[in-house]
């Protein structure tokens, strides 16, 4: 069709597990996690596939994974080797198309409607560039292959490891209408919440709902529901768009009361973003933290510190710090978050709107905040 955009979603599987299993062999085939040790209240940064098969996954705390599986494997992160491989792949697209939109260091959007190698099936490339990955890195990575980025996202995360995954034009609108709303990336935990609640299941019953309606219920986003639940995503794949902030936020349901209990979430937070600045090798100078209270009442409290912000402790120290701010008393937390700004230049990950919104799941890889639990 004229104007037809091709759009691929490339995303590395299971990636900073499998680099692990990669240059340990005695680790291949085993449940592994990277992430923090459990007696430090560490949380997973990523599990092994061997490891999902036991309900192990990104974001829940080490001890819990523990529980679930007695001999996982703990491997230390080693962001220096994620960040290399991250170049050898970014150097494999960029062959291809100019237009690659990073996500996070092994996921990236490619726009191949005008390609470098004038290929003319964005599957072949797909295939092509899955190819030069595992040739180069000995890793695999799963792609999705459609029209825009909304659909190209879902289409890569259906059949990991390993998978390629094409939604044809025709096929989008009827895709959609079957999707389960929380599969819809951009839609997370609270919203899909909100969703059910609204009698909105899938993709058809999204598309019942009229845009005045939608926009009612949440706000600007609901015009993207309601182009997405047409299969329709004009965001452009742009190489040059600089984040300005990582942050995570998660509401609970029933409220929380404990001040205990508040701080233990808080820190469940913390490290869902620590996890993220390092996913994007990113570091910031403000933190911001945001209590929604059960009336709805919100309250944010931030703080500019001189040096980058670094490392987990030092996340945790301010944040506990700006908790201290907030009058807590005797109020019901609905919502809390907490989000990095005054990021460094070099920062290259682009933002997904989404993310910040609702905390949204990495598909494959770092975080699930609606699973941080401290069961
Ligand atoms: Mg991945």
Redesign the pocket.
């Given at each position: 069709m004229e104007g037809q955009r091709k759009i691929i979603h490339i995303?590395?599987?299971?990636?900073y597990a499998s680099v692990e299993q990669r240059d340990n062999p005695q680790y291949r085939g085993k449940p592994l996690v990277v992430g923090g040790r459990p007696e430090k209240r560490g949380a997973v940064a990523a599990a092994s596939y061997e490891a999902r098969q036991f309900g192990i996954h990104s974001a829940m705390p080490s001890r819990t994974a523990l529980q679930r599986c007695p001999h996982l494997i703990f491997a230390v992160p080693r962001f220096d080797v994620y960040r290399g491989i991250s170049e050898q792949i970014r150097t494999i697209f960029k062959s291809y198309t100019d237009l690659v939109e990073p996500l996070?260091l092994?996921?990236a959007y490619l726009d191949v409607t005008h390609n470098k190698k004038s290929i003319g099936s964005a599957t072949a490339i797909a295939r092509d560039i899955k190819q030069d990955i595992l040739n180069e890195t000995k890793l695999t990575a799963s792609a999705g292959v459609s029209l825009n980025k909304f659909l190209a996202k879902i289409a890569s995360g259906m059949n990991k490891p390993d998978g390629l995954t094409v939604i044809l034009p025709t096929e989008a609108e009827a895709f959609v209408e079957v999707l389960a709303i929380e599969s819809f990336y951009g839609i997370g935990p609270a919203t899909a919440h909100k969703m059910h609640e609204l009698g909105i299941h899938t993709g058809a019953d999204l598309k019942l709902r009229s845009e005045i309606d939608l926009e009612k219920q949440f706000g600007k986003t609901g015009h993207f529901y309601y182009q997405i639940a047409r299969g329709i995503d004009e965001r452009p794949v742009n190489p040059n768009r600089i984040r300005k902030s990582i942050g995570a936020e998660t509401s609970f349901d029933p409220d929380l009361e404990d001040i205990s209990r508040i701080e233990r979430e808080l820190y469940a937070i913390v490290q869902v973003v620590q996890q993220r600045l390092e996913r994007n090798a990113a570091k910031g100078r403000t933190i911001t933290l945001k209590v929604k209270f059960a009336d709805y009442q919100q309250i944010t409290r931030s703080r500019t510190v001189l040096n980058f912000i670094d490392g987990e402790s030092q996340v945790s120290l301010l944040a506990q710090e700006l908790l201290k701010d907030v009058e807590i008393e005797q109020r019901k937390v609905r919502l809390l978050g907490i989000t990095i700004s005054n990021l460094d230049a070099e920062t290259e990950a682009p933002s997904y709107k989404q993310l910040v919104l609702d905390l949204q799941p990495?598909?494959?890889?770092i975080s699930r905040s609606s699973d941080i639990d401290w069961v």
């Open positions: 995303d590395m599987d299971a990636f996070a092994d996921e990495f598909p494959g890889s």
